[in-house]
Structures are given as structure tokens and as C-alpha cells.
């Protein structure tokens, strides 16, 4: 059995000033979400099974397969080429699923949603093109009882769970909800020594992408939609904020915070609690 | 070379066993404002053959249409299969636009379209605008210290998922009945099979998932024995039991029960704090909050400046009463749910 993870070297925006002299500050690090379906992996493998990690990004992204040799990961694939540079969530999608059937996994596995851009598109996009069964927002894999099939858990919103069998070969993306990836000490930087990173550019995998599909117009700073039913005209700018975010404005202190005897207090809760769960349901 | 003006935008329509999804009135609204940017017509995409009450319920959005994926009855489709069915139906319609409220399956079902038809996908779309004859959408990168408008270019069907933060079920007023179009669509057969489906108790819930956080403070490492009555608040509420870091490193919770920046971020609707002042650090934890709670000895506490509501008193007098009051059985009403 062969499984293969997909890795993503995400990147934050850490300061960003808008006015001139424009300046920003970018971090990159490796998505944690990819790292819980690596550690998903090295468990379901157990040592008996290959895992391989595979990534998409410039030479800076093997610092991604570098923590993943650390994890313990004993093969690793790196595609890149300049006209992936500010790639949709498709073409990145297709150069992942030519290089994983490459690779030829029994099980591919992918972060649900990167913490950075978040599309949650990739994964569903690869199961599309390679035609595989899919379960995305994982949270435990194992093994079903005829030992060639997999019983997959799946998380929906709200305590909401799923069960899924799926035959292999098959795509899963990983919510980071799960396990947490194991820790790795700083010594085992010399587990890196040994893995040799595979090189690959898209042609020689035979992905031929066309025109691109979305071009970006402009970066500005974030601000959330103003929705239409609320009234914001008065309020401070804080309290605006707060309303077009669809929270509310904030009472006076004297409104808000009580000094009571206990009973009281404990009714005045009671009654707001219920309100709060009613509307909440 | 974007497409003339006009033209035809789609919302998916999520349904649970035969009843609206609570987005479906948000993405049919949706579907209606970026119709109106567009000067198209606002239409809506349903899998299954809608009932009348349905569609009574989803009139006053003001969708002109309704697609309905002709399906044979039995077990409803895998988002495999509506995925299959829907680009056919979209390839062949060609509408301009495809909406689908980002929701676990929304966002699947998009990106499936998007991949059959290798259509340009923009995700958790924020705000729309007109950009020329085409739409540009917005949406957070760079995890979110900025907002990038993108444009599709190339041929529709454009496909989006959209925020649900930024969905808001807007009326267009008493409206008529949308029009049900009935589409032949071939679901294909699903390869993953669904074997139960199950549901995680309130009280073991991760922090970081559960909608209601009862947190407990330093207060309570004086008087150990009275966890339990702050546990079976919380089970009363329906709520997760969560500590500051001091309650955990004085083990009388587990680490994974730390609320804070060194523990769980909690994304919860309500969050009861109790003998908690809100330092930075627990601060940071609760930020995504929507309606904080709090109970404290100290009126000038932090945490009062952020709380909805607050109490200054003593928890050890008023969590007792608090229990009380409250219904034993969370489905009894106490919880008013």
C-alpha cells in the first residue's frame, strides 16, 4: 500500500501597511492541515506501508518536505513551474492529481482547507480528475473488517458525525479537528539529510493548462459586506462594525453588567441564556 | 472575452430529507442580488422534484426559476452524484453564474462542477461587483489581512461559493411562486456508501467545535468539590466544560480543555465565563465568541468589557441558583431548545 499526502507551503500576511511607503510581511509555514492528514497517514501506514509527500511550490516549499522527512516521511515530490505562481485552486488541483497518479497511491490524502487561502476546493477538484471516490472534513481512518476497504469519519458542522466505507484507491481531505500531528524535536533535522527531493515540472507530468480562469483586479484592505437589514446610522464606528458583522451593539455598562443578589443574577442569566439558545436554533 | 450582459445566475438550493437548508434562503437571495449587478435572471437549482410548500417558502427571495434535477426516488444523492448531474445540466443550460452557499457540501459540490467543467472557481466569495461586461468577486487571503477582488475571464459557467458570514436571507417582498423547470439529469451511481451517521454529545465536543462553552476560572481550585455543579450546568445548557490555563494546570481539567491562546480557540455562539477575568491570553481565545457571559467577583475585571451580560458576584453563589433554575433535562426546555 502506498499512501500519498499532498502539502502546501501556506503563506500569511503578518503586517500589511495599506498607506505609502506600502509595506507588507509575509510568514510561510506548513499548513497544519496538511500535516494532520500526514499524521493521519503515518498512523494508518504504521511503518508497513510507504508514505510519500508531495507539494507544489517554489524551492522554498521543501522546507514543508523537510518537516514532513522529520514526521517521518521517507519519500518526497516537489512540482513546480513558473506559471503556477498565483495558480487557482484547479490548476494547482490538476498538477496534484497527474503527479499522485505518478505516484500511483492506493490512498491520497489532502488538508480539507489551508488555514491560508482556505478554498476548500483542491481536494474535491483532484477526486474529480483522477475519478476517484472522495470523503472530505475527515477526522479518523481505519481499517474495515475485509482489511481492502476503509471506514472513514467524517465531521460536519455541529457535533454532526458520518461514517463512510470507501474502496481504495480513493481521495480523503483531512479536518485538522482530528489528531494533532506528533511532535517533532529539533534533532531529527538530520532525518532530512537522507530524503532526496524528487523534482518535477508540470509538462513532464503532462498537464497542459490553458488560459488562465480568474485574474486578480486588486488587494485592498478586508472589510466585511454591509449587510442590508440593519440599521448602523448613529452608532459609533465600533458599534457599526460590530452590527455589519451580525453581532450587535454593545450596551452601556450600567445596561449590561449587574450587581445583584445571587437569586437575581441567576435569573437575569437564566432569561438571557434562553434567549441566546432560542435564537441560536 | 466575457460574455454579454444578461444571462441566467444559478444558487444551488441545499435541502435536508425534503426540507430547505437553512442557506437556502440566503443563496436564493443571493442568486437575486448578483442577478441584478448582472442584469440576468435570478434562478435557483434544487435536486429533486420540489414540493409546493417549498416553493411557498422560498417566493418571497424572488427567483424567477427553479431547476429541478430529475432523480429516480430512493436514498438521496451522494455530493458525488449532484456534482455529476449538476455540470451536465450546467454545461448543457449554460448559465452564467454558479452559486452555492459555502457549506461542507456547497463547497464540494462547487469545486466538483468547477473541476468537470474546468470552469474558474472563486471560493468564499465575500462581495460581488460588476467589473465591465464581467463580475468580479470578493474574497480574504493572505489568511485574511486582505482582501483580493478577482475576476473570472474565460467562458461561463462561472462557478462561486460564497462566505456564509457575508449570506443574508434579504426579501425581495411578496413574490410569486418561482417557475419549476424540470431537467433529466443522470446522477450516475455513488462509490462511497454511507454507513451511519452519528452525533458527538455536547459535553464531549472539542472546544474549538462546540456552540455553547461553559469556562471555569481560578476560583474553583479553592473549592475542587463544586466542579460538579458547574458540569451539570453545563450539561443543563448543552454546553462543552472548558478552564483558564490555571484551572488545567492545577489538574482539575484536562489539557485539552484550556480555553485561551495556548489552548482551544473557541468558535461557540455563547460562551458562560465563570470566575474568569479575562486576561490577554484567555482573551484571545475567546475572540470568534459571539455572546460572552460572565460571572465575577471583581467589577473591574476585563472580561466585563466584553461581556453581553455580566454579574458581579460570587459563582459559588450564583451557578447553585443557576442550576436550579434550569431544567435537569436539556430537552425539557431549559435550555430553550
Known sequence: MRLVVCLKQAEEAVFVRWSPPFASFTRRYADPTGLAALEHALRLAAGAAQVVALTVGPPDAERVLAKAAMMGVERAVRVWGERLAGADSLAVAMVLAAAARRLDGDLLLLGARSSDTGTEAVGAAVAELLDLPLVTRVVGIERDADGARLLVHRKLPRGERETHRVPCPAVVTIDPGGDEPRYCAPGWMRRTRRLAVETLRPEELGVADGEP????????????????????AGLSLKDKLAVMRGGRKQDSAEERIIEAPAPQAARRLKAALERLLAARS | MAAPTGGEVWSYLETVEEDLHETAAQAAAEARRVARLLEGRACGVIAGTPQRRLLEDLAPFGLERIFALGRAPGPPPSVEQLGRALAAVAARRAPRLLLFAATPLGCEVAARVAARLRRGLISECVDFARDGDG??????????????????????????????????????????????????????????????????????????????????????????ADLAIVAEVAERLGAALG???????????????????SGKWLAADVYLACGISGSSYHMMGVKAVKHLLAVNLDRGAPIFQRAELGVVGDLFEVLPELRALLAPDPAAGGSGR
Open chain 1, 213 to 232: 480562469r480568474l485574474v486578480v483586479l486588486e488587494v485592498a484592505p478586508p472589510r466585511p459586506r454591509a449587510k442590508v437589514g440593519v440599521q448602523v
Open chain 2, 135 to 224: 463580475l468580479a468577486a470578493r474574497r480574504s487571503v493572505g489568511g485574511g489581512r486582505a482582501h483580493a477582488t478577482v475576476a473570472w475571464c474565460g467562458a461561463p459557467p462561472w462557478v462561486a461559493t460564497v462566505s456564509l458570514d457575508a449570506l443574508e436571507a434579504v426579501r425581495a417582498g411578496p413574490g410569486d411562486v418561482a417557475e419549476v423547470v424540470a431537467e433529466e439529469a443522470d446522477f450516475g451511481a455513488a462509490r462511497t456508501e454511507l454507513v451511519r451517521r452519528w452525533r458527538v454529545e455536547p459535553r464531549d465536543l472539542d472546544l474549538s467545535e462546540a456552540r455553547v462553552v461553559v469556562g471555569i476560572g481560578k476560583p474553583i481550585l479553592q473549592r475542587p
Open chain 2, 243 to 261: 478552564g483558564s490555563r490555571v484551572v488545567v494546570d492545577g489538574g482539575l481539567l484536562p489539557r485539552e480543555r484550556q480555553v485561551g491562546a
